[in-house]
């Protein structure tokens, strides 16, 4: 799903690569730069658009995602105000 958004973000919106970032949320025992490559290949993104890394405490011992969480960002007030746009123009529609 990340790689669908980020390549809608690229191709449809032309947003440069620069204006992408992703941020990562962990557990203590994950290591940030493992888990940086691992989403870094999946996305399609540098390693050096990753913003600061959060960690969590996690409140079950078994159930976890073994690469931690990965969030897309985007900084774009022009893109904003577009995407506002085409989710009223998408719910008049309907």
Known sequence: MLRIFREFLKQICKL?????KAHLTLYPDL???????????LIGIKLGYFNK???I????????LHS???TITVSSRQL??????????????M
């Not at 440069?16 to 992408?20: A, F, L, Q, R, V």
Request: with cysteine.
């Open 53 to 55: 890394t959060q960690y």
């Open 80 to 93: 904003k105000e577009k995407m506002l746009v085409w989710i009223r123009n998408f719910s008049t529609a």
């Open 57 to 64: 405490q996690g409140r079950h011992k078994t159930k976890r």
């Open 31 to 41: 290591r940030e730069h493992v888990c940086k490559k691992f989403w870094a290949s």
């Open 68 to 70: 931690g969480i990965c």
């Open 16 to 20: 440069p690569d620069e204006k992408i």
